[in-house]
């Protein structure tokens, strides 16, 4: 029998306002426990939380993003359940009328586009952070993150594997980070996800249990323990047996799931609109304000630079990742048009230093002027291609010019064929073995003559200059 696997995800963004949800604490990551804290946050007694404008225009930005229908009139409501990382004893969250209900996320696996439908999107509050330390006969709590606003977006069980729930997480994130209301930082916590699974025989249309997995702060995590998770289910469903209901941990370690909790349902939170906040209106004029600042989404991104560029979708995919390198990318072509060279630097070489230092290329004194400079003097034949990439840490580390770099170290290419014929020469006569090899017919050998002349001139020999000598001294 064949089964197949029905996923359904509930991601938590944290939006990265300057203050919390319902106070003016910073929400600032990082800082010493309980440092960003004040009542409003803390549930004391007497004090009136007030919603954060931005945090629902953030939320807004979202759901006008997803195609969301936007509940023009929304309300809070109190998710009431004790847990030492929650001091009011209930969360400010939203249940009946949520801010947005359906819309849809498009993701592409293998080439094959799919629309996964959303549920809603709701505002929330984040709770604290439980520290436990197994020296310890006790456990600590961080209140930072206490009331800090986040966002709830519930898909549909429309994900139907692992690889598809992952591309769905990746193509949220960038547009959250396109949208630049949330970081996406998994590590950090700032996007989470919780991925509620069930199998089913193939075909069928009654779903099966699900099982909801919390505990993964990785892509590769997620998809692991969908993994996994799949397979345990399939397996009790042959040997008859039943799944039960419940929310289970992924643990890293063994890479498998275990129980945390049987399922909760809504009732058991007993949810309550909110007495202290009063119903959100939003407004017509709002909604048309924030649409016209929404940026050109990764999707439409996407599809002009295929048409514009001529480049391959392998290509553009990692350009547009980073809404600030597609716009570096952009800023040197208009500069420098030569799509295909700009893209092959930024791929290979620009990607390698922001990879190292783990920063945006806008972190960084790189400038546009400055690569379309550098790539236009390998484009004359000024300096080679191999130089390019020398000087390039010192363009990029220190924002010099490189046409500067190139005349202070005399670092201009060498092309004169009557001074190159020496060195090729000199080559030769240095590996006979290798000239014999080659003459036998190993022409591949041509490469490693060019490679050790353009070492004896340290990259400045034209690489095709010497390749023309060479092969006539090697012909002859
Ligand atoms: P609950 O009330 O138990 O939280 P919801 O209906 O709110 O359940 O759904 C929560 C998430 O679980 C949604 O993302 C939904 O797509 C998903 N889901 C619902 N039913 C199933 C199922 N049978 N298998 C897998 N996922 C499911
Ligand atoms: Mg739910
Ligand atoms: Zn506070």
């Known amino acids: 029998m064949e089964f ?43 004090v009136l939380p007030v919603i954060n404008k931005q945090a629902v225009e953030y939320a807004l930005k979202l759901a006008l993003a997803l195609n969301c229908k936007i509940n023009l009139k929304s309300i809070m409501a109190r998710k009431n359940y004790f847990y030492p990382d929650l001091p009011k004893n209930y969360q400010i969250s939203q249940y009946e ?62 994900i139907s ?36 699974v069930s199998v089913k025989p193939k075909g069928s249309e009654k779903f099966g249990t699900k099982v909801e997995l919390k505990n993964m702060n990785s892509f590769k995590h997620v998809e692991r323990a969908l993994n996994y998770e799949i397979k345990r289910q399939i397996g009790l469903l042959m040997e008859g047996k039943e799944i039960v209901q ?43 304000r924030l649409e016209a600042e929404l940026p050109e989404l990764p999707k439409i991104k996407k599809e002009r630079f295929l048409k514009t560029y001529n480049l391959t979708p392998y290509e553009v995919d990692i350009l547009i990742e980073e809404k600030s390198l597609a716009e570096f990318f952009e800023k040197t072509v208009k500069i420098y048009p030569n799509p295909k060279a700009v893209s092959n630097f930024v791929l290979t070489e620009v990607l390698r230093y922001l990879n190292r230092d783990g920063k945006d290329i806008n972190e960084t004194n790189l400038k546009p002027e400055n690569l379309a400079q550098l790539l236009e003097l390998v484009e004359k034949e000024v300096i080679s291609i191999t130089i390019a990439k020398q000087i390039f840490p010192e363009v990029y580390e220190r924002g010099a010019e490189p046409k500067k770099i190139v005349e202070e170290r005399g670092l201009v290419q060498e092309s004169s064929e009557e001074k190159l014929k020496g060195i090729c020469e000199e080559v030769l006569s240095q590996n006979p073995a290798e000239v014999e090899k080659y003459k036998a017919g190993k022409k591949g050998l041509l490469g490693f003559f060019v490679g050790q002349v353009l070492k004896k001139t340290k990259g400045k020999a034209n690489p095709k200059v010497v390749n023309k000598i060479l092969t006539e001294l090697l012909e002859k």
């Not at 094959?112 to 549920?119: C, E, G, P, S, T």
């Not at 594997?161 to 992952?166: D, G, Q």
């Not at 799931?257 to 906040?277: I, Q, S, V």
Request: hydrophobic share 35%; proline share 7%.
């Open 161 to 196: 594997s692992p690889e598809e729930a992952v591309a769905y997480l990746k193509t949220l994130r960038r547009i959250l980070r396109y949208l630049e209301i949330c970081d996406g930082n998994m590590e950090e916590g700032s996007l989470r996800c919780d991925a509620n």
């Open 246 to 288: 419940e929310t289970r941990l992924y643990d890293e370690a063994t890479q498998t799931t275990h129980p945390m909790r049987g399922k909760e349902e809504a009732h058991d939170y007993c949810y309550f609109p909110d007495p202290d906040l009063i119903e959100i209106q939003i407004e017509e004029s709002l909604l048309k």
């Open 4 to 46: 197949e696997a029905v996923i359904g995800l509930e991601v938590h963004a944290q939006l990265n306002t300057q203050t919390k949800m319902f106070c003016s604490c910073s929400t600032k990551f990082g800082k010493p426990p309980n440092t960003q804290v004040c009542p409003v946050c803390m549930g004391l007694p007497g």
């Open 97 to 158: 009328l949520p801010l947005a209900e359906g819309g849809a996320v498009e993701i592409e696996v293998n080439g094959i586009k799919k629309k996964i439908n959303l549920v809603r999107i709701h505002m929330e509050e984040d709770a604290g952070k439980l520290i436990h330390d197994e020296k310890q006969p006790y456990s600590y709590v961080d209140f930072n993150r206490a009331g800090v606003p986040l966002l709830e977006i519930v898909s549909s069980p429309e």
